[in-house]
């Protein structure tokens, strides 16, 4: 049987040895110990399962890959050839491990590995892009997404300006496509707060429109808890937003916003109304009124009179206030115009309701024949419920 506690002894001997950074490491050194690697690391077993093989060593191995690919006395030039593409893939394969634990060393390797080959760096951001794409379009499974993007955030944070092309349609393609995923909340810190989407916002402020295009096409229109999140990340992404770019997106952004305050669900209503909490929006808000307030108004008039929360009610008055307070005779004009709509609206249901009665009481008069509809009504039925 094979004696754990050898190997152990032995990667404990290498992880001092790696760490002293006394000799530079031979070439036979660096292919023997890739092997290692690829030996203790590299291994098949049906999908979604690790047998418990009695080899507790794991962690170790990973410590003494990190410290090996941070060791002054690696040549990056010499070892490229055995931490190769290969390599690479294999290594990011294991990113859909079951074990937190795992995906977490994963994600100190790749971090380092990214630093210190920089001829690799290409060859990481595409292979990574691929997980994405396969997880977005074809399987919607994968263990570690969250982890790969906060990888990609620190690489994010290093790309130089201005941002190439390249960079700006892996957020068009990669990263606005991830919204629509039903295991959002599982990345959504890694995806936006905290990370790559804002991230690309900060580094380029013309990219804000672009975002809020991506989310309103991704928008999760029966989902409310999703539906939460979007609004925190528009937040987010407007608050960075100039003048300028905001008006691109203003009228769309702000008719999915009135959907969102009268939505029955008080989550999505509040979180909606509380954008109006936040200073820099309610600067942009301000400065272009005469189109937003037109947009908004309808959907407070309908919150204040007849929506069922009490919360939601007291942060639709707050709102209509800060409206009223910035421009007074646009705000009473808006609500002159609301009334006439109303009153259009009452007289059309009028209308209709006129022309059913008529309807209803000329078939009832007209004499049944064989071919004739007969109207049936609910008192003249007679089937027991």
């Keep these: 049987t094979f004696d ?14 790696v760490g002293s950074g006394s000799v530079r490491f031979t070439e036979p050194a660096v292919l023997e110990m890739c092997r290692m690697f690829a030996v203790n690391l590299f291994i098949v077993f049906p999908p979604s399962y690790r047998e418990n ?31 190769n593409h290969g390599f690479i893939l294999r290594l990011l394969d294991l990113f859909d491990s079951e074990d937190p634990r795992e995906r977490e060393c994963l994600k100190t390797v790749l971090h380092r590995l990214y630093g210190k080959f920089m ?44 941002l190439k092309e390249e960079h700006k349609m892996f957020l068009w393609r990669v990263l606005i496509p991830l919204h629509k995923a039903k295991s959002l909340g599982s990345y959504f810190q890694q995806l936006i707060i905290t990370y790559c989407v804002t991230q690309f916002v900060d580094k380029e402020p013309k990219l804000g429109s672009v975002v809020v295009n991506g989310l309103l096409k991704f928008w999760p ?4 808890q999703k539906e939460v999140m979007f609004i925190g990340e528009v937040e ?27 939505s029955c669900h008080f989550q999505v ?24 307030l037109p947009i908004m108004f309808a959907a407070l008039e309908k919150n204040a009179e007849n929506h069922w929360n009490q919360s939601v009610l007291n942060l639709t ?26 009153a259009k609206q009452c007289s059309v249901m009028e209308k209709r309701k006129e ?29 027991a419920c």
């Design 4 to 17: 754990f506690a050898v190997k152990r002894q032995t990667l404990l001997e290498l992880l001092d040895f």
């Design 355 to 383: 022309t059913w009665a008529r309807l209803e009481s000329a078939a009832s008069m007209k004499p049944v024949t064989g071919k004739t509809a007969v109207l049936v009504t609910p008192s003249a039925t007679s089937i």
């Design 119 to 162: 001829v690799h760096r290409p060859f990481i951001r595409k292979s990574m892009s691929n997980i994405f794409y396969r997880f977005v379009f074809e399987t919607e499974k994968h263990g570690g997404i969250a982890e790969l993007l906060e990888v990609f955030g620190s690489i994010v944070s290093g790309f130089a300006l201005p």
């Design 317 to 342: 008055l707050n709102v209509r206030k800060m409206f009223c307070e910035m421009d007074e005779d646009l705000f009473m004009s808006c609500h002159a115009r609301y009334q006439e709509e109303e």
């Design 236 to 262: 987010e992404v407007v608050e960075g937003m100039s003048v300028v770019e905001f008006r691109k997106v203003m009228v769309p952004l702000f008719l999915r916003v009135a959907c969102c305050v009268n």
């Design 221 to 224: 229109v029966t989902n409310s």
């Design 53 to 83: 093989d009695g080899d507790d060593n794991e962690p170790m191995v990973y410590d003494l890959l990190v410290k090996f690919i941070t060791s002054s006395c690696l040549d990056a030039k010499m070892s490229k050839k055995y931490l």
């Design 269 to 292: 209503s509040e979180r909606a109304l509380f954008l109006w909490s936040n200073d820099q929006i309610v600067n942009l808000v301000a400065h272009n009124r005469e189109a937003i």
